[in-house]
């Protein structure tokens, strides 16, 4: 690469930005000293470079013709970079010819008490800048292709919307769950807050259309084995597990589940009801198939049993049947993996109290659904007996940082208000008591949902955190308090509800880390801004929506299911990419093909060139973030318009 | 004091006819503070107005009978007026007095009353203190 031609006429424009920087920075005596400074060939300050008026008088300076570099004097690039460098466009100048120097967030903020060294470091933030633009070369973004496809990660509601809204748009995606059916945790549930519609009779519409749209490839009982690629061309290995069933032959009719003669707790009626070993998770599966679950299948324990495969009318069964691998290629991965409940015997205090009849608030909805293994009745799991004082305990591992978790759930508050109700209408002599800490219900009818459930159905809240749970013959004791009144609170209960705290569902920091995208502290994948752009991530094509994201209820995840369908469509709506050519290089005269950059590039971007012993850069997948530069013991690895020579010229324009 | 909560211990007979002398929902309620907070005789009663309502939710009426509260109120609606929930306070301390002097106590025997003070007592406070007595 050529040494970039120094430039000489540089073009500085200086901005107030209202009293922000201008009450504490002396434009006056900032432009007075630049002007002078060598190269500066035009200064200029206005109240807001960044308005329209602000940005004519840079564009028409771009097209005196008069300068050849640009330096702006503002907040911080990562607000107006992108604008500046737009208006250069606009002006017929080279975007990567304009530089930001901070002077607000780095100058005039932090130093508002002390005027005249503001205004002095102001001078040095720009004259160092000044220097690094001399030196900026023009550069072109690189375009690539991308590939009119997408992988959905998780097929609950959320999957399932994204995958819907994007089929529908045209564009092919496959739908991956790691269990045998889509449909996720929603598909468990007996009926919705706040309107009490029943859950399978919103969703099973919804799984249905899904299995009937052309441009949705379903992939079930699969996992994602190994991600490569960049946005726009992604390559995906995605593991099929087996279900030694042949799914072309298998038509889901049931036979072979009624012959088996082995019975197992069903996962999906939370352990309180029973599947047989081989199975579909629940009677409106789709796609209705079966699977066979070989820790508990007699075959594959004892070598003998087989009767599936006699009783199959289709000779769908295959016991040889094994995992493999399919690559797909995609443009774009939504990642919608959704929740798992806090395992309850975390929570010590509780543990003295626990029994078949202290459930969770996965159980209980399985304990209300009339497709569960109760059909809808409302019995105690022990003895069969209908609890007529029954607690429910709300916050159980959320809101406590110090020994569980320090978030609020979010859904608790409304679906134990849900749960009382419910209860309400299957015994209404019974008592249901809530202990709660606050009722959160910022939702649209989420407030009057909850007065409904203590008005009309009389359900005594008590506010507190339940301090223990002990057994007390068939009773379960609850001891708690009631902070309004100061008085301690002891329940006889016959059934005990524990809204336990969301958690991100199983496996997703391994999946994140095969995506490359983060997690919070908590573990739920990080957005990429926190208001502005909630479904990104930062890695470029790889979007996230549902309860991975952060614990929200039906509602909220259908609507970010939607924004980041957009999004992706928006993404794969472009021919080709551009991508930011701040990329690293390599200088090969300096290379000694040593390879340490290769094992530190976090994007695969380097190879070494076996025959000329030289790394190479891949423009495409290069981030720019630097780490093979710092890595090389040679100085070989360079990054555009972040050059050694142009740090040492900033360096020396402030020592 | 420990309160037992139980399915017998809120169908309390006293609380339904509170319920139904005062006509407001005793459940509605959430503890919000503003009857107290606006009450201009709240400082003067033993146990604050919210926390009559709290102690009626949990069936706890005992408690409240035996404190000054209902027989410091004044009637004077600004509780029921400010509620955001309707629940008419003022009715509801009217139905606690009226449950408190149903149960026809004599607190104080006229008899038994020294002279001189039957001499200086006004005829009203007498009659009133028979039932009413406030500790």
């Given at each position: 690469m050529k040494n970039p031609e120094h430039m000489n006429r540089i073009g500085v424009f200086v901005c107030h930005c209202g009293i922000n920087i201008a009450s504490i920075v002396d434009i006056e005596a900032v432009t007075k000293e630049i002007s002078k400074y060598p190269g500066v060939?035009?200064?200029?300050?206005?109240?807001?470079?960044?308005?329209?008026?602000?940005?004519?008088?840079?564009?028409?300076?771009?097209?005196?013709?008069?300068?050849?570099?640009?330096?702006?004097?503002?907040?911080?690039?990562?607000?107006?970079?992108?604008?500046?460098?737009?208006?250069?466009?606009?002006?017929?100048?080279?975007?990567?010819?304009?530089?930001?120097?901070?002077?607000?967030?780095?100058?005039?903020?932090?130093?508002?008490?002390?005027?005249?060294?503001?205004?002095?470091?102001?001078?040095?933030?720009?004259?160092?800048?000044?220097?690094?633009?001399?030196?900026?070369?023009?550069?072109?973004?690189?375009s690539l292709q991308?590939?009119?496809?997408?992988?959905?990660?998780?097929?609950?509601?959320?999957?399932?919307?994204?995958?819907?809204?994007?089929?529908?748009?045209?564009?092919?995606?496959?739908?991956?769950?790691?269990?045998?059916?889509?449909?996720?945790?929603?598909?468990?549930?007996?009926?919705?807050?706040?309107?009490?519609?029943?859950?399978?009779?919103?969703?099973?519409?919804?799984?249905?259309?899904?299995?009937?749209?052309?441009?949705?490839?379903?992939?079930?009982?699969?996992?994602?084995?190994?991600?490569?690629?960049?946005?726009?061309?992604?390559?995906?290995?995605?593991r099929r597990k087996a279900a030694y069933v042949d799914w072309d032959k298998c038509t889901g009719c049931g036979i072979c589940y009624q012959k088996c003669p082995k019975t197992v707790p069903s996962e999906f009626e939370q352990l309180i009801g029973k599947r047989k070993a081989i199975y579909t998770p629940f009677p409106q599966a789709v796609p209705n198939k079966v699977v066979i679950d070989n820790n508990n299948c007699l075959y594959f324990k004892t070598g003998k049993?087989?009767?599936?495969?006699?009783?199959?009318?289709?000779?769908?069964?295959?016991?040889?049947?094994k995992e493999r691998i399919e690559e797909i290629e995609v443009g774009a991965i939504v990642v919608a993996t959704g929740y798992d409940l806090y395992e309850k015997e975390k929570i010590e205090e509780y543990k003295m109290g626990y029994c078949e009849d202290v459930?969770?608030?996965?159980?209980?909805?399985?304990?209300?659904?009339?497709?569960?293994?109760?059909?809808?009745?409302?019995?105690?799991?022990?003895?069969?007996?209908?609890?007529?004082?029954?607690?429910?305990?709300?916050?159980?591992?959320?809101?406590?940082?110090?020994?569980?978790?320090?978030?609020?759930?979010?859904?608790?508050?409304?679906?134990?208000?849900?749960?009382?109700?419910?209860?309400?209408?299957?015994?209404?002599?019974?008592?249901?008591?809530?202990?709660?800490?606050?009722?959160?219900?910022?939702?649209?009818?989420?407030?009057?949902?909850?007065?409904?459930?203590?008005?009309?159905?009389?359900?005594?809240?008590?506010?507190?955190?339940?301090?223990?749970?002990?057994?007390?013959?068939?009773?379960?004791?609850?001891?708690?308090?009631?902070?309004?009144?100061?008085?301690?609170?002891?329940?006889?209960?016959?059934?005990?509800?524990?809204?336990?705290?969301?958690?991100?569902?199983?496996?997703?920091?391994?999946?994140?880390?095969?995506?490359?995208?983060?997690?919070?502290?908590?573990?739920?994948?990080?957005?990429?801004?926190?208001?502005?752009?909630?479904?990104?991530?930062?890695?470029?094509?790889?979007?996230?929506?549902g309860c991975a994201q952060a614990p929200k209820d039906i509602?909220?995840?259908?609507?970010?299911?939607?924004?980041?369908?957009?999004?992706?469509?928006?993404?794969?709506?472009?021919?080709?990419?551009?991508?930011?050519?701040?990329?690293?290089?390599?200088?090969e005269e300096l290379c000694a093909g040593c390879g340490q950059c290769v094992s530190q590039c976090s994007y695969n971007a380097i190879q070494l060139d076996e025959k000329k012993r030289k790394a190479f850069i891949n423009e495409i997948l290069c981030q720019g973030c630097g780490a093979c530069i710092v890595t090389c013991p040679s100085g070989a690895a360079q990054q555009k318009n972040f050059t050694i020579k142009q740090y040492y010229s900033m360096i020396e324009s402030l020592v | 004091m420990n309160v037992q909560l139980s399915s017998e211990e809120l169908d309390n007979e006293d609380i339904d006819k509170i319920i139904e002398i005062s006509g407001a929902n005793l459940f509605a309620c959430y503890q919000c503070g503003k009857c107290t907070a606006g009450c201009p005789t709240s400082e003067f009663m033993d146990i604050p107005p919210h926390e009559v309502i709290r102690l009626l939710q949990f069936g706890q009426i005992e408690e409240i009978l035996c404190k000054n509260t209902l027989w410091i109120c004044a009637s004077c609606i600004t509780c029921a007026v400010?509620?955001?929930?309707?629940?008419?306070?003022?009715?509801?301390?009217?139905?606690?007095?009226?449950?408190?002097?149903?149960?026809?106590v004599n607190y104080v025997h006229p008899n038994e009353v020294p002279n001189e003070e039957l001499q200086t007592l006004p005829q009203i406070a007498l009659i009133a203190n028979f039932r009413k007595f406030t500790h």
């Open positions: 060939e035009f200064i200029k300050d206005y109240q807001y470079m960044c308005s329209e008026p602000g940005q004519m008088i840079f564009k028409e300076a771009c097209r005196s013709g008069q300068i050849d570099g640009i330096v702006v004097a503002s907040c911080s690039p990562t607000l107006h970079e992108t604008t500046f460098r737009r208006a250069s466009i606009e002006a017929g100048m080279n975007p990567y010819r304009v530089e930001i120097a901070n002077i607000r967030e780095q100058c005039s903020w932090v130093h508002h008490d002390e005027e005249e060294k503001a205004t002095e470091k102001a001078i040095d933030i720009m004259k160092s800048v000044i220097e690094r633009s001399r030196r900026n070369e023009s550069l072109t973004e690189v991308t590939i009119k496809k997408v992988l959905v990660i998780g097929a609950g509601i959320s999957g399932m919307q994204v995958a819907l809204n994007i089929a529908n748009s045209g564009v092919e995606t496959f739908l991956l769950d790691r269990q045998p059916s889509i449909g996720g945790r929603m598909a468990q549930l007996s009926e919705t807050f706040p309107t009490l519609d029943c859950s399978q009779c919103i969703l099973t519409p919804r799984m249905v259309e899904v299995g009937q749209n052309k441009n949705i490839t379903l992939m079930t009982y699969s996992e994602v084995e190994e991600v490569s690629g960049y946005v726009g061309n992604f390559n995906v290995k995605i049993c087989r009767l599936c495969e006699k009783a199959c009318p289709l000779g769908a069964i295959d016991f040889e049947q459930l969770d608030g996965l159980t209980f909805e399985r304990l209300l659904s009339s497709s569960g293994p109760t059909q809808g009745k409302l019995v105690r799991p022990s003895d069969g007996t209908v609890p007529k004082e029954i607690v429910f305990i709300q916050c159980v591992g959320s809101r406590d940082p110090d020994n569980h978790l320090p978030y609020c759930s979010r859904i608790c508050c409304m679906y134990t208000a849900k749960h009382t109700m419910l209860y309400k209408h299957r015994v209404p002599d019974g008592q249901p008591y809530v202990f709660y800490m606050d009722i959160r219900s910022g939702g649209k009818n989420y407030e009057e949902f909850v007065q409904r459930a203590i008005e009309e159905d009389n359900v005594l809240y008590i506010r507190g955190r339940v301090a223990r749970l002990y057994r007390e013959d068939d009773k379960v004791v609850v001891v708690g308090a009631d902070t309004l009144s100061g008085k301690t609170i002891v329940i006889r209960a016959d059934m005990v509800v524990l809204a336990m705290a969301m958690r991100p569902s199983g496996g997703i920091e391994e999946l994140s880390k095969k995506l490359k995208i983060q997690v919070d502290g908590n573990g739920f994948l990080s957005e990429a801004h926190p208001k502005l752009r909630p479904v990104e991530t930062l890695t470029q094509g790889v979007f996230v929506a509602t909220d995840t259908v609507s970010q299911a939607g924004a980041a369908a957009s999004k992706v469509l928006e993404l794969l709506s472009n021919e080709k990419l551009l991508h930011d050519p701040i990329t690293s290089w390599i200088d | 400010r509620c955001p929930k309707g629940v008419d306070l003022s009715k509801i301390m009217e139905a606690l007095r009226q449950i408190f002097l149903r149960k026809n």
